[in-house]
């Protein structure tokens, strides 16, 4: 690598374009792609405990790859998930009173906040409690459900009775809530 800082900023750019979109196939090719462009898929797989098939195939699959294994790689490529209100969501929202707008932004800001400050834990406890927190404030949850990819039940069991969930189900589930994945670069990386 000549220049690692240009190459950083390029990879946080590829990263944060594909997260902007809230498609899994962008954001799992955009993954690919930094990891393929950072060096050897061995090496990551090494420094992110992870099989070197599994790292492999985690981001062509068509399911994506689980929570963790999404974590792990962010970060050996230098940076960690975090979780915004989708630039869309800032607008004003037709058929909804502004006063209760700005109440929703204000509330997904507040989610948002919620969420990444479980993800810079690092502990799946605390994720796992802010998730199941926000799916019981919602007000009809089958509703909600009715904007994930995942029905009422599922959003009730993924991380009741699966420890690690596919990144998939909680990129639908910020979705649902207007909010989205985006990568910041960690403080600790040279």
């Known amino acids: 690598m000549a220049n690692p800082a240009f190459e950083s900023k390029d990879i946080e750019k590829l990263l944060n374009a594909a997260f902007e979109t809230n498609d899994l196939q962008r954001i799992c090719r955009a993954v690919d792609a930094a990891v ?12 992110a405990q992870l099989d070197r098939v599994t ?19 962010v970060r050996v490529l ?15 929202v037709s058929g909804v009173p502004a006063e209760r707008g700005s109440s929703a932004r204000k509330q997904a800001a507040a989610t948002a906040r919620r969420f990444t400050a ?4 690092g502990e ?14 919602q007000e009809n949850v089958v509703e909600f459900a009715g ?44």
């Open 36 to 47: 393929l462009q950072t060096g050897s898929i061995i090496e990551t797989a090494r420094a």
């Open 55 to 73: 790292l492999y195939r985690a981001f062509r699959l068509e399911r994506g790859p689980a929570l963790d294994t999404m974590i792990k790689v």
């Open 78 to 92: 230098g940076f960690r998930l975090i979780v915004e209100v989708r630039s869309e969501a800032n607008s004003h």
């Open 118 to 121: 479980a993800f810079k834990t």
């Open 124 to 137: 799946m406890e605390s994720l796992v409690k802010v998730f199941k927190e926000t799916l019981h404030a």
């Open 147 to 190: 904007k994930t990819i995942r029905t009422r039940e599922a959003l009730y069991r993924v991380f009741a009775q699966n420890p690690m969930p596919r990144f998939s189900t909680l990129l639908s589930f910020l979705n649902a809530l207007e909010l989205r994945f985006a990568v910041r670069r960690l403080l600790n990386v040279c």
